[in-house]
């Protein structure tokens, strides 16, 4: 059980160790990778050619950072928008793209967070979202924030940010855009419009906390300024629901997102939802591993 929309995953500086690229041939599920061309060799090292694509260098040159200053960095909207591109010559109506430091998948029930080797919890993923005609983007929560002491979490919840792991619809009107925060961008700007979002926490992604992998954002941008920046551009795009604040030792952005709260989700007219449950072929095996994917 695969997917019907393809996956992307832009990377940068992560050739040695590819993630989220490694577990989904685990799970047997296809995926192309977008890598700048300098480094196109590097990664080839780890990965088969065939799964590489070489960004378009007028990705970087026009994408909108937001910040109208001389930094040249760009961070990973370049190549998010590429990949939305890419989607869309091949035909496809949705595209998947995923951090590149996604260790594995899980399901999540009776708050048990068991991993996933399969990649049906796309399909069923992708099989819910099309029963619904105004959800612009989808996507899983993080494994860190279900289970243990969470508990009594529901399927999903609307209308809130959709990050690292994102179904969009090809069709809206929206591109990746900012230096940083791109993901909650993306995601204010759509439902500030009136579509709707929605956040699958029946399925999970091991999404590797900031600045504990090198390379990617943790080498362009963290590493050396913090985390204020990030946040302040975030206030500067969505002033009006967004503000600054510090936490835990370091900057933080915080939203309010109760001004989306109904937003619905719209059914398509005539849609017939076949009885019983549906478990996309999927089996509870139990293992004597204890390493997670």
């Not at 998010?80 to 793209?97: E, M, P, T």
């Not at 924030?145 to 959709?162: D, E, L, M, V, W």
Request: some cysteine; glycine content about 8%; aromatic content about 12%.
């Amino acid at each position: 059980m695969k997917p019907r929309s393809p996956i992307y995953i832009p990377s940068k500086g992560r050739y040695e160790n590819p993630i989220t690229a490694k577990h989904l041939d685990l799970m047997n599920v296809p995926y192309q990778v977008i890598v700048e061309e300098p480094e196109f060799d590097l990664y080839a090292r780890s990965l088969s050619e065939d799964k590489l694509l070489v960004l378009p260098k007028k990705y970087l040159d026009e994408y909108d950072t937001f910040w109208k200053d001389n930094d040249p960095r760009k961070g990973p909207g370049g190549a998010r928008n590429y990949a939305w591109d890419h989607s869309i010559a091949q035909g496809h109506d949705k595209h998947w793209v995923m951090d590149d430091n996604i260790a594995g998948f899980c399901r999540f029930n009776r708050n048990e967070r068991i991993n996933c080797r399969s990649g049906a919890i796309f399909r069923a993923s992708e099989d819910f979202v099309d029963r619904y005609e105004n959800i612009a983007m989808s996507g899983f929560e993080y494994r860190f924030f279900a289970g243990g002491s969470r508990r009594k979490k529901p399927p999903y919840r609307t209308n809130t940010r959709i990050y690292s792991c994102n179904l969009i619809r090809n069709d809206v009107p929206y591109r990746w855009r900012g230096r940083y925060n791109e993901d909650t961008d993306l995601s204010l700007r759509m439902l500030k419009d009136g579509w709707a979002t929605l956040l699958f926490q029946a399925f999970l992604q091991n999404k590797l906390r900031t600045s504990t992998m090198r390379g990617g954002n943790s080498a362009e941008f963290y590493d050396g300024e913090g985390t204020k920046n990030k946040s302040q551009m975030l206030v500067d795009m969505h002033p009006e629901i967004t503000s600054l604040v510090f936490r835990y030792g370091r900057w933080h952005h915080e939203v309010d997102y109760s001004s989306f709260k109904d937003n619905p989700l719209k059914k398509i007219p005539g849609l017939e939802i076949p009885d019983g449950i549906n478990e996309y072929g999927m089996k509870l095996v139990k293992t004597r591993s204890k390493n997670y994917g």
